[in-house]
């Protein structure tokens, strides 16, 4: 008896951890199951073993949404255990997904194959994607080909990805969409270089700015579109008209197959400004323009959109000439100019600021006549002359020569300084010299004028000695005109020829050899003086028979002069 008892007892044993033994290989592994019923907490499943298994209902949908299950429906499951003895199976079917999703994954990464995704969350260093159930890394430097300032646009949007590493025991995904894009990029490059052709307008995105230019985007090649083919207009600086991310349109201006390169221009897909810009501004025509750019040599001022004219520096003031052209006008203001002259073909404009104003020369002249009489304050002193202010803008000036008549034009130059109110006469007024002649001592008559005019070449003149020097003597006639003899004119003979015989004061007679009627000066002479009077004593006392010396005939001479004095 006792034998027959026990043998059938460890048939049961071995019968049971036969079964479960093998219900718990089922463990880890996904299985294929049909919903049996639902409770407040979890839907019963019927997945083929002696047990039935249950799934959380919070799996199949948000808290608070109905789940999205019911009874009869087939579903894939993850077995996770055995929750108690009862054989009760604990299922997933989140894992389930998921373990599904890593077998696809897994394949299309030994494939090299692009996988569907979405991101949804924001991590350090980058972003989570979701994979159809299995979770993957997306760092930020591969998000896209250049960096990108909100992802929020990509988020929550299905889209390619590629697997750059796997690894299923420590459950890490590494995924890149910016290789899918480079990928994308070559194949559009290639396509795109194969039909560019110079002409063409295309559509693209500006990529980067610089000083230079801008880089756009052509759809998987870059093209340059240089600052000044952006508009017609002046642009100083790219981001003055763009900013990255914009889209253009463009037109291929050159296009180098060997090197790739792709110039691009937008302002070739606007009617050209510079069209019968000969015909809209005539040279000689006034217009209001703005100030776009301001250098040394001048500044630019817009007359249309496109349409640039250059006033030069010198012809932007009549009287301001060694001014930077920034003191005169401001970057965006508005001025009036004058066309002055037009070449189409260099599309150059030169326009004149200062002919719409009047020439204050031209003014002075008509208002001011030679001959009248001004006031206005000494701006300057110079070495040769003073220097009248006659209004805000212009200066007179007045020579040295003309400030006195008898004192030199040094000496007379120290009777004036600075910011002293004088009054002068106009001598002359030259508009295209820009100049204008003042005199001082032109107020008052000539001292000398009647001795001038009396006073003529051959005549013989008094003099008194006023200063001897080594080369002559100086000599004043009437006490207004001065004169110079020289050293060989001071006597007939050369051993008489001595300026120190003359002294301060004395009186001589001298004959006039020239007179120089603007400087006022005589050039005189003692020896011409003698030498006349000697023929004229030959002439009035002797003859070539009459026996008489000369000695007889110049003693006779002076005698008679004498008598006559």
Not at 59 to 79: A, N, Q, R, S, W
């Amino acid at each position: 008896m006792a034998s027959a008892t026990t043998q059938p007892v460890e048939n049961f044993a071995d019968l049971l951890e036969e079964t479960l033994g093998r219900d718990s290989a089922f463990d880890g592994s996904v299985v294929t199951g049909r919903v049996v019923r639902l409770t407040d907490e979890y839907a019963i499943v019927d997945v083929g073993l002696k047990s039935e298994g249950r799934v959380s209902l919070k799996e199949f949908g948000p808290p608070g949404v109905t789940p999205d299950v019911k009874p009869g429906d087939v579903i894939e499951l993850f077995v996770e255990r055995y929750e108690d003895r009862d054989g009760s199976i604990v299922l997933s079917r989140e894992k389930a997904r998921r373990e599904e999703a890593w077998s696809n994954l897994e394949k299309a990464f030994e494939g090299n194959q692009r996988v569907n995704g979405t991101i949804y969350g924001r991590v350090k260093g980058g972003f989570t994607v979701d994979l159809g159930g299995a979770m993957a890394f997306l760092p930020g430097s591969q998000v896209d080909i250049r960096p990108v300032r909100d992802v929020t646009p990509l988020m929550g949007v299905p889209q390619p990805f590629q697997i750059l590493k796997m690894d299923r025991a420590r459950g890490n995904i590494v995924v890149s969409r910016r290789a899918v894009l480079e990928e994308t990029r070559a194949e559009q490059r290639s396509e795109l270089i194969q039909g560019l052709k110079e002409g063409m307008i295309l559509d693209g995105v500006v990529k980067n700015i610089t000083d230079y230019g801008a880089f756009v985007d052509l759809g998987g090649v870059d093209g340059l579109l240089h600052v000044t083919d952006i508009a017609w207009k002046r642009i100083n600086h790219p981001s003055e008209a763009l900013q990255i991310g914009q889209p253009v349109r463009v037109q291929v201006i050159r296009f180098n197959p060997d090197t790739q390169r792709i110039s691009l221009g937008m302002k070739q897909l606007e009617a050209d400004p510079w069209e019968n810009v000969a015909i809209k501004y005539p040279p000689g025509a006034r217009y209001t323009g703005r100030v776009t750019n301001i250098t040394d040599y001048g500044a630019f001022v817009e007359l249309e959109p496109g349409v640039e004219g250059l006033v030069h520096v010198s012809e932007m003031s009549w009287t301001k000439k060694n001014v930077h052209p920034g003191k005169i006008v401001a970057t965006s203001q508005e001025v009036d100019v004058m066309v002055l002259d037009v070449d189409s073909a260099k599309r150059r404009i030169s326009l004149g600021l200062k002919q719409v104003q009047r020439n204050p020369w031209e003014q002075f002249a008509e208002e001011h006549k030679v001959g009248s009489v001004v006031e206005g304050e000494i701006r300057n002193i110079t070495e040769f002359g003073l220097f009248i202010g006659l209004s805000a803008d212009i200066d007179g000036m007045v020579h040295m020569s003309d400030l006195s008549w008898d004192e030199p034009g040094e000496v007379a130059m120290s009777h004036y300084e600075k910011g002293q109110v004088v009054k002068a006469k106009v001598l002359d007024v030259d508009v295209e010299k820009e100049r204008i002649s003042l005199g001082i001592k032109q107020l008052h008559e000539d001292p000398a004028a009647d001795t001038l005019s009396k006073v003529q070449k051959g005549a013989v003149v008094t003099c008194i000695v006023t200063a001897v020097q080594a080369n002559g003597i100086e000599v004043k006639v009437d006490d207004v005109l001065t004169g110079f003899i020289r050293r060989a004119e001071l006597a007939r003979d050369k051993a008489d020829q001595r300026p120190e015989r003359f002294a301060v004061g004395e009186r001589v007679d001298a004959k006039v050899v020239s007179v120089d009627r603007a400087a006022r000066k005589l050039a005189l002479t003692i020896r011409g003086r003698e030498v006349e009077e000697d023929k004229q004593a030959i002439s009035d006392y002797g003859s070539s028979d009459s026996g008489a010396s000369l000695g007889d005939i110049l003693g006779a001479a002076i005698r008679r002069r004498n008598a006559e004095s």
